[in-house]
């Protein structure tokens, strides 16, 4: 597939600032995060696109290049990276400012960033199915995890009998190697992660026969994971520290939970509102009379409906739908109740004949006001 210029990428105009470049990137990044469209390739492929595009554009330098002689530049390149060939832990180790952690973006509590002297566990992800109910209120549940744990045998240290380590002969402790390219502007170096080492500047003299040199071995744990109140279909949790061990002692992964909501037979969801629909018997909607409304929270409300209640009229009860869910605004949302009026479909003999009674009643035929009304929803609908 052919490069997109790198402004079109991320939908800004070549006079545009650093702040506007940033914020452009990081809504497109949020968009095509792969922890937001799991085994989505297209959204990947969109992702590194907009990670390179922003690799050059924040760069002064390289915008420069860039601006000058565009994609290749008179020697070959102009020291932009190429997203397509890197994995998505170095696109979140170079841009972790922009997401505020390797999850955060969805979740509550933000992730971990890598470091380059540690080694960092990789990531978990859950899927748990909720109630309404459990919505309403928020709820801890518990989950038996496999993953990655420290070793027994070592501790975690990966070394056998405590033998310990000893610096890297490569790197010489830093964890990192440099090289030095020439490019268009001279020499220009770069550093990478040491490979003899993978960047903790330490190797091991003697590896435990038990876990290889790693330090972590497959385990089980019980994981209790809180999910706040008011949570919604495609949110993703991140809970810090809990995902796979790191090798070596390194910086534990973190679990990304999945919410899935299961249809209530009662609610229908309308974000942190509830609708309730009401079947009314017909003699209540003429005379009026009380009802009894159920709520998410358990209660029932006592309701009167006035004598010619009419069907579609609709009620909002303030405050008794589903709590905000923590940093995305306040209060409760409210119970919305639809008035349906229910016509029986079998009448007995008496039945009919008292309806037949009424049926030529002044106050059976409809109002002229009440005509209109319906005339005039049912030109909206169709208009």
């Known amino acids: 597939m052919a490069k997109r210029d790198y402004y079109e990428v991320l939908g800004v105009d070549k006079n545009a600032t650093e702040d506007q470049i940033k914020k452009a990137y990081r809504t497109i990044a949020i968009k095509y995060h792969p922890d937001r469209n799991p085994g989505n390739k ?211 992964g973190d679990i990304q939970v999945f919410v899935e909501e299961i249809e209530d037979d009662r609610f229908i969801r309308d974000d942190s509102d509830l609708i309730y629909n009401l079947l009314l018997d017909f003699p209540t909607a003429a005379l009026g009379g009380d009802v009894e409304i159920p709520t998410i929270q358990g209660t029932k409300l006592r309701v009167k409906m006035e004598p010619g209640t009419q069907p579609g009229k609709t009620l909002r009860l303030r405050g008794k739908g589903l709590p905000a869910v923590q940093g995305y605004g306040r209060g409760n949302g409210d119970l919305v109740v639809n008035v349906s009026v229910y016509v029986p479909k079998t009448l007995s003999r008496e039945e009919k004949e008292a309806i037949e009674k009424f049926k030529h009643s002044d106050n059976f035929q409809g109002d002229a006001a009440t005509k209109r009304s319906i005339f005039q929803r049912f030109k909206n609908y169709f208009n």
């Open 42 to 252: 297209e959204a990947e492929e969109k992702f590194k696109e907009a990670a390179e595009a922003y690799d050059v554009l924040h760069d002064p330098q390289k915008r420069q290049q860039y601006d000058q002689f565009g994609f290749n530049g008179p020697q070959g390149g102009f020291g932009g990276f190429s997203a397509s060939s890197m994995n998505m832990d170095d696109i979140f180790s170079m841009f972790g400012d922009i997401f505020g952690g390797r999850a955060g973006f969805g979740g509550f509590g933000g992730g971990t960033h890598r470091s380059s002297q540690q080694h960092r566990g990789s990531d978990l992800r859950l899927k748990v199915r909720l109630s309404l109910e459990e919505i309403a209120t928020g709820v801890t549940k518990k989950f038996k995890v496999r993953k990655d744990i420290p070793c027994a045998h070592c501790h975690g240290t990966g070394a056998e009998d405590g033998s310990g380590t000893e610096t890297c002969p490569t790197c010489h402790g830093s964890g990192v190697i440099t090289h030095t390219t020439q490019s268009i502007f001279g020499m220009m170096q770069t550093q990478g992660t040491c490979p003899t080492c993978n960047g903790s500047g330490r190797i091991i003299k003697n590896k435990c026969r038990h876990c290889g040199g790693t330090g972590v071995e497959k385990g089980e744990e019980v994981v209790e994971i809180k999910i706040p109140a008011g949570v919604a279909e495609g949110m993703i949790i991140n809970v810090p520290g809990k995902g796979n061990a790191g090798h070596n002692k390194g910086i534990n």
